[in-house]
């Protein structure tokens, strides 16, 4: 159990030391092998996380992976929460949770109130389906799997703009949409800046090994 536990940790250290590194990391996983041998695995595969942890900020990939996690678990794992929030009937920063805005409709438009509640369940899809295609979309950014941040990206704006048009055309008290949508170009801007962050180091690394 404790030579499985040292080899998971180093494990997460090689992957914090990124492509960069990918030497080190293999003598430090050569290492482990003996210290696990003394009864020093777990010890020597803990001082190796730290140093690596250490090592990140100075590099510039390490950098890149310190932003992506702030990113993916900052913003895009709250948003999520907020949007099964949504689902489930709260309201937050005049977004109104499902049950709230059908119930401002129906004040407002009570001749409609058949299509308002004929909505419920669209909506609380829709909520549902974005909070997991934001937690979808952080977990494709921390894997920098670039093409699949493209795909679900894409899916999370039809679906946003579904939404949209859902809470424009039924609902026109909620002021959430306009929030919605700023949230939504605010997401995209940074995922692009990350993915041209990305590039360069890439770029950068391929030089270095052909140089």
């Not at 430090?28 to 996380?49: N, P, R, V």
């Not at 401002?104 to 004929?118: D, E, F, K, N, W």
């Not at 949209?164 to 909620?174: A, E, P, Q, R």
Request: hydrophobic share 55%.
């Amino acid at each position: 159990m404790t030579d499985r536990l040292a080899r998971t940790i180093m494990s997460l250290a090689a992957l914090s030391l990124g492509d960069s590194r990918r030497d080190w990391a293999r003598a430090m996983q050569g290492e482990l092998e003996a210290a696990s041998e003394d009864g020093k695995g777990l010890a020597f595969a803990t001082g190796c996380l730290i140093a690596a942890w250490r090592e990140m900020p100075v590099q510039a990939e390490g950098r890149f992976v310190l932003a992506t996690y702030a990113f993916a678990v900052g913003l895009l794992l709250p948003v999520a929460a907020l949007q099964f929030g949504c689902a489930a009937g709260y309201s937050y920063a005049g977004q109104a949770g499902s049950f709230g805005v059908l119930a401002q409709g129906s004040v407002h438009q009570p001749y409609l109130a058949t299509a308002y509640l004929a909505a419920i369940p669209s909506l609380l899809a829709l909520w549902a389906l974005l909070g997991i295609g934001h937690i979808r979309l952080a977990w494709a950014m921390l894997d920098q799997d670039w093409p699949r941040v493209v795909r679900i990206g894409t899916a999370n704006v039809a679906m946003s703009a579904t939404l949209m048009i859902f809470t424009v055309v039924l609902f026109l008290g909620d002021t959430g949409a306009g929030l919605q949508a700023a949230a939504l170009a605010v997401e995209l801007a940074a995922i692009h800046g990350f993915a041209r962050w990305h590039a360069r180091i890439s770029s950068n690394a391929l030089s270095e090994a052909l140089a």
